[in-house]
Protein backbone atom coordinates (compact mmCIF):
# COMPACT_ATOMS: atom_id res chain seq x y z
CA UNK A 1 0.00 0.00 0.00
CA UNK A 2 1.70 3.64 -0.98
CA UNK A 3 1.58 6.09 1.76
CA UNK A 4 3.18 8.88 -0.03
CA UNK A 5 -0.11 10.31 -1.26
CA UNK A 6 -0.40 13.75 -1.15
CA UNK A 7 -3.84 15.44 -0.09
CA UNK A 8 -4.19 19.35 -0.83
CA UNK A 9 -6.43 20.61 1.72
CA UNK A 10 -7.17 24.23 2.22
CA UNK A 11 -5.21 26.32 4.37
CA UNK A 12 -5.40 29.73 6.08
CA UNK A 13 -2.80 32.47 7.06
CA UNK A 14 -3.15 33.63 10.79
CA UNK A 15 -0.61 36.21 12.17
CA UNK A 16 1.01 35.81 15.34
CA UNK A 17 0.62 39.62 16.09
CA UNK A 18 2.87 39.67 19.38
CA UNK A 19 5.64 38.37 17.23
CA UNK A 20 5.46 39.13 13.81
CA UNK A 21 4.47 35.33 12.84
CA UNK A 22 2.53 34.02 10.23
CA UNK A 23 1.57 30.32 9.98
CA UNK A 24 -0.65 28.18 7.70
CA UNK A 25 -3.22 25.97 9.26
CA UNK A 26 -6.00 24.35 8.10
CA UNK A 27 -8.99 26.39 7.41
CA UNK A 28 -11.08 25.41 9.85
CA UNK A 29 -8.88 26.43 12.94
CA UNK A 30 -10.29 29.37 14.45
CA UNK A 31 -7.82 31.34 17.09
CA UNK A 32 -9.07 31.81 20.90
CA UNK A 33 -8.90 33.51 23.87
CA UNK A 34 -7.70 31.98 27.09
CA UNK A 35 -11.11 32.26 28.55
CA UNK A 36 -13.05 31.25 25.41
CA UNK A 37 -10.62 27.75 25.20
CA UNK A 38 -11.54 27.42 29.09
CA UNK A 39 -15.49 27.45 28.06
CA UNK A 40 -14.88 24.83 25.70
CA UNK A 41 -13.33 22.39 27.32
CA UNK A 42 -15.47 22.92 30.16
CA UNK A 43 -18.07 22.21 28.26
CA UNK A 44 -16.90 19.51 25.62
CA UNK A 45 -14.24 17.39 27.34
CA UNK A 46 -14.49 14.19 29.79
CA UNK A 47 -13.49 15.20 33.18
CA UNK A 48 -9.84 13.47 32.51
CA UNK A 49 -9.60 15.44 29.49
CA UNK A 50 -10.11 18.58 30.89
CA UNK A 51 -8.16 18.43 33.47
CA UNK A 52 -4.81 17.10 31.61
CA UNK A 53 -5.57 20.05 29.01
CA UNK A 54 -5.84 22.73 31.41
CA UNK A 55 -3.21 21.53 33.07
CA UNK A 56 -1.09 21.41 29.69
CA UNK A 57 -2.15 25.17 28.95
CA UNK A 58 -1.20 26.40 32.60
CA UNK A 59 1.96 24.76 31.70
CA UNK A 60 2.89 26.81 28.96
CA UNK A 61 1.21 29.76 29.84
CA UNK A 62 4.69 29.76 32.82
CA UNK A 63 7.04 29.51 30.09
CA UNK A 64 8.18 32.92 28.21
CA UNK A 65 6.86 33.72 25.08
CA UNK A 66 3.70 34.38 23.96
CA UNK A 67 0.90 31.41 23.81
CA UNK A 68 -1.46 31.21 21.09
CA UNK A 69 -4.88 28.87 21.00
CA UNK A 70 -6.30 27.46 17.83
CA UNK A 71 -9.17 25.14 17.65
CA UNK A 72 -10.77 22.98 15.21
CA UNK A 73 -14.52 22.33 16.37
CA UNK A 74 -15.62 19.92 13.17
CA UNK A 75 -12.94 17.56 14.41
CA UNK A 76 -12.35 18.80 18.18
CA UNK A 77 -8.23 19.26 17.20
CA UNK A 78 -6.04 21.92 18.97
CA UNK A 79 -2.74 23.55 17.98
CA UNK A 80 -1.45 25.15 21.09
CA UNK A 81 1.71 27.71 20.24
CA UNK A 82 3.90 28.92 22.45
CA UNK A 83 6.46 31.90 21.04
CA UNK A 84 9.81 31.08 22.35
CA UNK A 85 12.13 34.26 22.47
CA UNK A 86 15.50 33.19 20.58
CA UNK A 87 19.33 33.61 21.10
CA UNK A 88 21.01 35.47 18.15
CA UNK A 89 23.63 34.03 16.83
CA UNK A 90 25.76 34.49 13.97
CA UNK A 91 27.97 31.88 12.04
CA UNK A 92 31.34 32.03 10.62
CA UNK A 93 32.83 30.16 8.18
CA UNK A 94 36.38 29.14 8.98
CA UNK A 95 38.58 26.96 7.06
CA UNK A 96 34.79 25.51 5.48
CA UNK A 97 34.02 24.72 9.37
CA UNK A 98 30.78 26.47 10.70
CA UNK A 99 31.23 28.17 14.17
CA UNK A 100 28.20 29.38 16.18
CA UNK A 101 29.12 32.34 18.42
CA UNK A 102 26.81 33.62 20.97
Known amino acids: MDTDVSVDYPTKVHL ?3 DAIKITLPIDFERY ?6 RRLDSAATKKH ?7 INAQMKMEGNLYLYFDSLNNSSYIIN ?3 TVP ?8 VAKMVF
Open 83 to 85: SLS
Open 89 to 96: FMIKFDNT
Open 50 to 56: HKAKVAR
Open 16 to 18: LEE
Open 33 to 38: SLYDSQ
